[in-house]
């Protein structure tokens, strides 16, 4: 069974930084795509930064030059660097990741819980 751990939201000043962290454990194969999304109250979730297992980046416009997405493969672990967070960044936010099957198939799709990002002075 895949589990998720998300880590490190909180609460920051405007022009703050902080990090995510997402521990996924259970696929025997790794995972292949881990990425971020986030949802504001009252809004759709919307995709904020991915990863391919390979190391490439995909960022929303918003976000992008400000926050950076980074995986380590070897501990199945994907973190989000955000930096001169913006009160607009306040947001749940949450890890998603595919499975990856024998042969490098993506499999299925997991969230995480959320973790909650509060920018405010």
């Known amino acids: 069974q895949v589990q998720l751990v998300e880590s490190g939201g909180g609460l920051v000043q405007p022009g703050g930084s902080l990090r995510l962290s997402c521990a996924a454990s259970?696929?025997?194969?790794?995972?292949?795509?881990m990425g971020w999304y986030r949802q504001a109250p009252g809004k759709q979730r919307e995709l904020v930064a991915a990863?391919?297992?390979?190391?490439?980046?995909n960022y929303a416009d918003p976000v992008k030059d400000r926050f950076t997405i980074s995986r380590d493969n070897a501990k199945n672990t994907v973190y989000l660097q955000m930096n001169s967070l913006k009160p607009e960044d306040t947001a749940v936010y949450y890890c998603?990741?595919?499975?990856?099957?024998?042969?490098?198939?993506?499999?299925?799709?997991?969230w995480g819980r959320g973790t909650q990002v509060t920018v405010s002075s």
């Open positions: 998603n990741v595919e499975s990856r099957t024998f042969g490098g198939a993506s499999g299925r799709g997991y």
């Open positions: 259970g696929s025997i194969f790794g995972f292949n795509a």
């Open positions: 990863i391919t297992r390979a190391g490439s980046t």
